[in-house]
């Protein structure tokens, strides 16, 4: 494994998705907590398969992807972070940049968890990247409060599959001339 694509945190690691994290990724998708937003279905195992190869694919297709975070302690799945061009139709607000996104098992939300990964993410886009657009249901007031805590920026209203979602926005120090927030 390229070692610049592995991130630690005081607390997390963080590996591009490999064929053994299918059975966390799909017991994760599964769980109606943690699509209650994304999508707002459990997934299927068939559904989760294409996810993971999706989430492996960017790596090798675009130079970014997602990762598989465990807690470094014990090697525990708690979740999926990580960039991605997913070609979202009828939303306009992307402009060319990678889109971020992330989500937790039930037992590790609510702990930073989040928060931390998403730090560790930004700062590996940091010189790669100008911008990344993270695209947030409005009732998910955990990722809102993720996304502004991590210094993104809400900008636009959107809807997605006929479904309202709210657009923010992180710019890059390095790359995109100006700060953050």
Known sequence: ???????????????PHGLDDFGDIAAMWADPQV???????????????????RLAGCWDLLGFGSWAVRI??????????GFLDAHRSGVDGFG???EIGWALVPAA???????????AALGWGDGRFGRTVAMI???NTGSVAVAARCGFRYFADARYKDAPTGLWEFRYPRLSGGLTG
Not at 1 to 15: A, F, H, I, K, S
Not at 112 to 117: D, I, L, Q, T, V
Request: proline share 7%.
């Open 137 to 139: 249901d409005p009732g």
């Open 109 to 119: 939300q609510g702990q930073g968890f989040a928060s931390e990964a998403v730090a």
């Open 35 to 53: 699509t209650r937003f994304i999508g707002g279905a459990p997934h299927s195992a068939e559904e989760s398969w294409s996810r993971l190869l």
């Open 72 to 81: 470094t302690d014990n090697g525990t799945f708690i979740g999926s972070i």
């Open 1 to 15: 494994m390229n070692d610049d694509r592995t991130l630690t945190t005081p607390r997390l690691t963080m590996e």
């Open 96 to 98: 060319g940049n990678p």
